[in-house]
């Protein structure tokens, strides 16, 4: 096997940035068009908001007093001498900060670094775009051969899968069945804690993303088949609906995607409108492939905040389908990220998981990630003179070694 390049991530990074300004030409432009929502437009998770002042903080839509009161004393904790039972004794992070491998495989306790991950030997190196965790120290990991244009276009992605030794070492990668894609791009991964579905947004990989119809794949590993969810492509004067951040029910029957929808060309037709904000929306019968149309909404973000002061920027479905976990950044006005409950019942928030304020300054958000139990969260964000990465414990934000300050692509465990 060969070592990743650490220009690789930045050159993704790059192209990710490119493309969104790309998107923001074709459709409606994000609330503020700045470099800050540049950076969260098509890989969600890579955000760094910071502001020379900021206002005080209110609370989000539908939070109130009695929320914010149950917020009080959320914050960092040191790390405990031992784990509680259930947190994950590894995590996987992929960072260009200088801390070792560019995809490491760390300790949770201490922050031993015990392992990397490579995608398997090929010249130039395949990289690895973004990887999800299922039950028992099983990975499943996106490789994509690229040419050398900046940006490069992806000639082809494969899904691999891996386990974690007791020892945090890397063992038995195997590629999955009916997981190559030759001319895709692969983005988001979601699986079932079981590993019985796979589910992987894709879209032609010579193609800026938010430029084609969006779709996702569902993958049976045990035979290889496949069932195609098709979105609508984007169309003059119609709302368009993309598709990121895949989660799926434990049984497998509920596919969850994030979505921003956007009038595309709004200029020639001005009567195209989309008020509502973000959306977390889901279908049911996932392995039967569809139209995500379809979709019902679990979460509209106008119901939880002003959609002029904040963003969701990460969901994931409960493993019962019966709630939606939100992370909700707010921006400009509140510089602060929550992690909240939201039931898919009723959309309306029933809980507050964890909160972190910087009312004086900038703030900082690099990634967000469930385990497959959805109980314990990997957070990377804070305050942006002392940016941290840890894990939520009780609303307590414990710290992980290296301390990343949001210099990462994503994390997972």
């Not at 969006?214 to 709302?239: C, F, L, M, S």
């Not at 996932?286 to 963003?311: E, H, P, S, W």
Request: proline share 7%; charged share 20%.
């Amino acid at each position: 096997m060969s070592e990743i390049p650490m220009g690789e991530s930045q050159l993704a990074e790059m192209e990710r940035q490119l493309r969104m300004l790309m998107n923001i030409a074709a459709g409606d432009p994000p609330r503020h068009v700045s470099a800050e929502a540049v950076r969260r437009g098509v890989r969600r998770h890579r955000l760094t908001v910071n502001l020379a002042a900021a206002a005080a903080i209110v609370a989000f839509g539908g939070i109130g007093v009695a929320v914010a009161a149950q917020n009080a004393g959320i914050g960092v904790m040191p790390a405990a001498r031992g784990l509680p039972a259930g947190v994950p004794p590894y995590y996987i992070i992929d960072s260009y900060a200088g801390h070792g491998p560019v995809v490491a495989v760390r300790a949770t306790q201490g922050g031993a670094l015990t392992g990397s991950v490579h995608c398997p030997a090929a010249k130039p190196a395949d990289t690895v775009a973004s990887m999800a965790a299922a039950a028992n120290e099983t990975f499943y990991m996106v490789c994509q051969k690229t040419t050398g244009t900046q940006p490069p276009d992806v000639l082809l992605s494969r899904i691999y899968r891996f386990r974690l030794s007791s020892s945090g070492r890397v063992t038995d990668l195997v590629p999955v069945r009916g997981g190559t894609f030759a001319g895709l791009s692969a983005k988001s991964i979601a699986v079932t804690p079981s590993g019985s579905e796979i589910a992987v947004s894709v879209h032609p990989g010579a193609q800026p993303y938010g430029t084609t119809r969006p779709e996702v794949i569902v993958i049976d590993p045990a035979t290889g088949g496949h069932r195609i969810w098709r979105g609508a492509p984007p169309t003059p004067g119609k709302v368009y609906f993309p598709a990121f951040e895949l989660s799926l029910s434990a049984d497998g029957k509920e596919l969850a995607f994030l979505s921003e929808p956007r009038c595309i060309d709004k200029k020639k037709f001005p009567s195209c409108k989309h008020l509502g904000g973000e959306e977390e929306l889901a279908v049911f019968h996932a392995g039967g492939g569809g139209r995500l149309a379809t979709a019902r909404v679990l979460v509209k973000q106008a119901r939880l905040m002003r959609i002029d002061t904040g963003f969701i920027n990460d969901a994931v479905l409960s493993p019962d389908g019966a709630s939606v976990i939100v992370v909700e950044v707010g921006w400009p006005e509140n510089t602060a990220v929550s992690i909240v409950t939201v039931s898919t019942a009723t959309g309306r928030q029933s809980g507050v998981l964890y909160r972190e304020a910087s009312p004086n300054g900038g703030f900082s958000y690099g990634a967000f990630s469930a385990d497959p139990t959805r109980r314990w969260f990997l957070l990377d964000a804070g305050r942006s003179r002392g940016a941290v990465n840890g894990w939520i414990d009780h609303g307590k934000l414990v710290k992980l070694k290296p301390a990343v300050g949001g210099d990462l692509s994503f994390e997972v465990w």
